[in-house]
T-cell receptor
């Protein structure tokens, strides 16, 4: 089963409203999680690094005031799309690492969340 | 900076035929390399990864990939395609200095399997 869970899997919101997406690591603690965005039929683009207990680190070109990230605990990170617009419609995916890659553990991805802004 | 190039946005094979999906990487440090599969409207599932050690890596569903440093490649293969293999495949390299957690993805290759 999934070790990283996202909720909701699909959400439709009206333009101008805000929507929150949750990312949970189910059976491990993750001090760092990552948020990616994927446009239809395109690759994943890293948006930001979510750090537990501190501010997120955003990639160049990503508006931090629009995409609010909160890493409230070692198992939960949230992405809030504020004042959403139709161009924010996309597939959002989070990831987290269990253990260390070199030790054989791996990076797990959530199931993704489809956001549609109407 | 690390980067990944996947040659061919679409690859079509017949059921039972060899699958070969190409991935070349660029990295100034020894890379950690990954192949992920994405089924329609779903998240990513890890197929296999290379960190250190044996250069031929076996993954799930009969896939394997070989790390070739001299060719900076990490091509994904499967001896015999199955209809259920039809999906989008992404090659990725981890970014140095991030604890190898941050990934840079290729543009993806859609595998089409015909009966």
């Amino acid at each position: 089963g999934a070790v990283v869970s996202q909720h909701p899997s699909r959400v439709i919101c009206k333009s101008g409203t805000s929507v929150k997406i949750e990312c949970r690591s189910l059976d491990f603690q993750a001090t760092t999680m990552f948020w990616y965005r994927q446009f239809p039929k395109q690759s994943l683009m890293l948006m930001a690094t979510s750090n537990e207990g501190s501010k997120a680190t955003y990639e160049q070109g990503v508006e931090k005031d629009k995409f609010l990230i909160n890493h409230a605990s070692l198992t939960l990170s949230t992405l809030t799309v504020t004042s959403a617009h139709p161009e924010d419609s996309s597939f959002y995916i989070c990831s987290a690492r269990s253990g260390t890659v070199s030790s054989g553990n791996t990076i797990y991805f959530g199931e993704g969340s489809w956001l549609t802004v109407v | 900076a690390q980067s990944v190039t996947q040659l061919g946005s679409h690859v079509s094979v017949s059921e039972g035929a060899l699958v070969l999906l190409r991935c070349n990487y660029s990295s100034s440090v020894p890379p950690y390399l990954f192949w992920y599969v994405q089924y329609p409207n779903q998240g990513l599932q890890l197929l296999l990864k290379y960190t250190t050690g044996a250069t031929l890596v076996k993954g799930i569903n009969g896939f394997e990939a070989e790390f070739k440093k001299s060719e900076t490649s990490f091509h994904l293969t499967k001896p015999s395609a199955h209809m259920s293999d039809a999906a989008e495949y992404f090659c990725a390299v981890s970014v140095a200095g991030t604890g190898f957690q941050k990934l840079v993805f290729g543009t993806g290759t859609r595998l089409l399997v015909s009966p």
